[in-house]
């Protein structure tokens, strides 16, 4: 658990991004696209829940969370911003109610930043270790 520092909304960002190779098909922002520039504005049609869009990128046929949080931290503002990326479901879901629930006054706030290790065996017997992210109020 990292206590940390959220200065304002802009410091998240939670696209919806397709990789159907290079370049990048589609970003968006789960309700209009970024990309292509042609389309920017546009209505991207993405599902309107976190669970749903997982349920359609699961399939094949949509974009994947990429975030990134700009913070400071708590204990040592000084030292500067850091960038954390991630593309977790859970932490989309979490950071969307999060800039939902700010106000414009309700940021900078205090957060902490979770990092937690998992492990399951995949197929054939591999052993997968993998890192879950979240955050919570501080």
Do not use: N, Q
Request: charged letters at 25%.
């Amino acid at each position: 658990m990292l206590p940390i520092v959220i200065e304002d909304p802009a410091s998240i960002t939670v696209w919806m991004v397709r990789r159907g190779g290079r370049p990048v098909e589609h970003i968006c922002d789960g309700g209009y696209r970024v990309v292509p520039a042609a389309k920017e504005g546009e209505l991207c049609g993405c599902p309107r829940t976190m669970a749903e869009r997982r349920a359609v990128a699961r399939s094949g046929l949509g974009p994947k969370p990429d975030i990134t949080v700009i913070f400071r931290l708590a204990d040592a503002p000084e030292v500067g911003r850091f960038a954390f990326r991630t593309s977790s479901w859970d932490l989309a879901g979490e950071l969307e109610r999060v800039v939902a629930a700010s106000s414009p006054t309700g940021l900078p706030g205090r957060f902490h930043l979770l990092l937690t290790t998992g492990e399951f065996v995949g197929k054939g017997g591999v052993r997968v270790r993998y890192a879950r992210s979240g955050i919570d109020s501080g």
